[in-house]
């Protein structure tokens, strides 16, 4: 492996509860030129520790072990040393397990008992694929820089609609969850909805920290660190930037803020989905002018539409080039009369996605706090979001979801219903 121009061995860390396990491990793999095992750990606290230390490139974890399991470590590993590569090994039977590892943010697995060359080939594979990803978001932190990590520059997905309550929360939260589920990458969901956010509820997800801990920052202060200290996790591996506990706080925010924010997020994340609410102060320019893309959600009858040609206009106007703007029909079997090619005529723009009403479903899912990518992932309304979230993924994270079988994901538990709300509230 060609590293900073010079040869370098491609450093692994081995993870297992058994010492001979591990040891089996780093005998299969000494005599490979390009490998090298530079370090074990028995327990998922260690592995957090050795892989903050050592930086290696890849880790390969036991899915089983006491105490904190080869997931927990997993999820840790990914946000805390972002650089290293998980390979998960496991014994046959631990299918389940594998998936939830995949989702924790896994790149590959492997079956007790494997041989060298397979251990070896799957090393390589993983780093080589990291590698080109790395390239492709133009950053390689140098292996021997200990406390850095890659700049990433993760795409902007921003929700927005001209007119209240056509959806863009409740489809936000599930194409954040399937932007994770279908690539593994580090997603964050903010909600930038500063006065009336409902993110939290729709997540099941309470937290002291919100967007308001962020307040006042330059870019450089907001550090991984930072960020993961104020981003909520949720059991799909999303990370969560909560709104405010109290809609006076939005008064606060300041383009310069939100710029601040923005670009904090997307240094330390893959794709960033962003809520937002219906307004064009210059706090949502600044969001706009951020967004790789904006998710233009809207229903399919004339008010909205006339709102819609309105909005593509400020585009327009704003320089944005057309295809920044993917618009999506809510609700789009409940047309009621209007002809979908008439609307792409006369407002130019193509409809590039369309997702079922699906009334009981989505209402169930909002007031359980389980989205319904992760309840019902074959529903139609889920296969839309899915197919969305497709179209949203860079084209290497889209060739790796089309190669893999989408992973069942572990559903969260669902909430308490009224209570669940108290009890949010109870964290203000
Ligand atoms: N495809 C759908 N099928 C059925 N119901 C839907 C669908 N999309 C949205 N809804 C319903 O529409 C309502 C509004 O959704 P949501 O809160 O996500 O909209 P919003 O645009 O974020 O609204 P707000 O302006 O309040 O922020 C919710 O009750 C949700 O259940
Ligand atoms: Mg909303």
């Given at each position: 492996?060609?590293?900073?121009?010079?040869?370098?061995?491609?450093?692994?860390?081995?993870?297992?509860?058994?010492?001979?396990?591990?040891?089996?491990?780093?005998?299969?793999?000494?005599?490979?030129?390009?490998?090298?095992?530079?370090?074990?750990?028995?327990?998922?606290?260690?592995?957090?520790?050795?892989?903050?230390?050592?930086?290696?490139?890849?880790?390969?974890?036991?899915?089983?072990?006491?105490?904190?399991?080869?997931?927990?470590?997993?999820?840790?590993?990914?946000?805390?040393?972002?650089?290293?590569?998980?390979?998960?090994?496991?014994?046959?039977?631990?299918?389940?397990?594998?998936?939830?590892?995949?989702?924790?943010?896994?790149?590959?697995?492997?079956?007790?008992?494997?041989?060298?060359?397979?251990?070896?080939?799957?090393?390589?594979?993983?780093?080589?694929?990291?590698?080109?990803?790395?390239?492709?978001?133009?950053?390689?932190?140098?292996?021997?820089?200990?406390?850095?990590?890659?700049?990433?520059?993760g795409r902007i997905v921003v929700m927005f609609s001209p007119k209240g309550?056509v959806g863009r929360s409740v489809i936000g939260v599930n194409l954040a969850i399937a932007l994770?589920?279908l690539?593994?990458?580090?997603v964050a969901l903010a909600d930038c909805n500063?006065?009336?956010?409902?993110i939290?509820?729709?997540?099941?997800?309470?937290?002291?920290?919100?967007?308001?801990?962020?307040?006042?920052?330059?870019?450089?202060?907001?550090?991984?660190?930072?960020?993961?200290?104020?981003?909520?996790?949720?059991?799909?591996?999303?990370?969560?930037?909560?709104?405010?506990?109290?809609?006076?706080?939005?008064?606060?925010?300041?383009?310069?803020?939100?710029?601040?924010?923005l670009?904090?997020?997307?240094?330390?994340?893959?794709y960033i989905v962003i809520d937002t609410w219906t307004?064009?102060?210059?706090?949502m320019?600044?969001i706009f002018d951020h967004a790789d893309r904006i998710l233009l959600l809207t229903t399919?009858?004339?008010?909205a539409?006339?709102n819609i040609?309105?909005f593509l206009?400020v585009c327009?106007?704003?320089?944005y080039p057309p295809d920044k703007v993917v618009l999506a029909l809510n609700r789009a079997?409940?047309?009621?009369?209007?002809?979908?090619?008439?609307?792409?005529?006369?407002l130019?723009h193509r409809v590039a996605a369309r997702l079922?009403?699906?009334?009981?479903?989505?209402?169930?899912?909002?007031?359980?706090?389980?989205?319904?990518v992760?309840?019902?992932?074959?529903?139609?309304i889920?296969?839309n979001v899915f197919a969305l979230a497709k179209q949203l993924l860079?084209?290497?994270?889209?060739?790796?979801?089309?190669?893999?079988?989408?992973?069942?994901?572990?559903?969260?538990?669902?909430?308490?219903?009224?209570?669940?709300?108290?009890?949010?509230?109870?964290?203000?």
């Amino acid at each position: 492996m060609v590293r900073d121009g010079v040869a370098q061995k491609i450093r692994v860390l081995v993870v297992d509860d058994f010492t001979e396990a591990r040891t089996s491990v780093a005998k299969l793999l000494q005599f490979e030129p390009d490998i090298e095992v530079v370090g074990g750990a028995e327990d998922g606290p260690t592995a957090l520790r050795l892989a903050r230390e050592l930086r290696p490139d890849i880790i390969l974890m036991d899915i089983n072990m006491p105490g904190m399991d080869g997931i927990r470590a997993t999820e840790a590993v990914v946000s805390e040393v972002p650089l290293a590569q998980v390979i998960m090994m496991s014994v046959q039977g631990e299918t389940d397990y594998l998936r939830r590892a995949m989702l924790a943010g896994a790149r590959d697995f492997l079956v007790k008992p494997f041989g060298a060359d397979e251990l070896a080939n799957t090393i390589r594979r993983v780093y080589e694929l990291d590698a080109e990803r790395r390239a492709r978001l133009g950053a390689v932190a140098p292996a021997s820089a200990p406390g850095s990590v890659a700049t990433r520059q993760g795409r902007i997905v921003v929700m927005f609609s001209p007119k209240g309550g056509v959806g863009r929360s409740v489809i936000g939260v599930n194409l954040a969850i399937a932007l994770r589920v279908l690539s593994g990458a580090r997603v964050a969901l903010a909600d930038c909805n500063l006065q009336f956010g409902d993110i939290g509820i729709m997540l099941n997800l309470t937290g002291n920290k919100t967007i308001q801990d962020m307040l006042h920052r330059e870019p450089d202060e907001l550090t991984p660190e930072v960020l993961d200290s104020i981003l909520v996790s949720h059991s799909s591996g999303v990370r969560v930037l909560l709104a405010p506990a109290r809609p006076e706080v939005a008064e606060l925010f300041t383009a310069e803020h939100m710029r601040a924010i923005l670009t904090a997020l997307r240094r330390d994340f893959d794709y960033i989905v962003i809520d937002t609410w219906t307004t064009f102060q210059d706090l949502m320019l600044t969001i706009f002018d951020h967004a790789d893309r904006i998710l233009l959600l809207t229903t399919l009858d004339i008010p909205a539409v006339k709102n819609i040609r309105m909005f593509l206009d400020v585009c327009d106007a704003l320089g944005y080039p057309p295809d920044k703007v993917v618009l999506a029909l809510n609700r789009a079997d409940s047309t009621g009369g209007i002809d979908i090619a008439d609307i792409e005529e006369s407002l130019r723009h193509r409809v590039a996605a369309r997702l079922v009403s699906a009334g009981p479903l989505v209402t169930a899912s909002i007031n359980s706090g389980v989205p319904f990518v992760l309840s019902q992932p074959d529903a139609q309304i889920s296969r839309n979001v899915f197919a969305l979230a497709k179209q949203l993924l860079s084209p290497e994270d889209l060739a790796r979801a089309e190669s893999v079988e989408r992973p069942a994901v572990a559903t969260p538990r669902a909430g308490f219903g009224l209570r669940r709300l108290f009890r949010h509230r109870g964290a203000e």
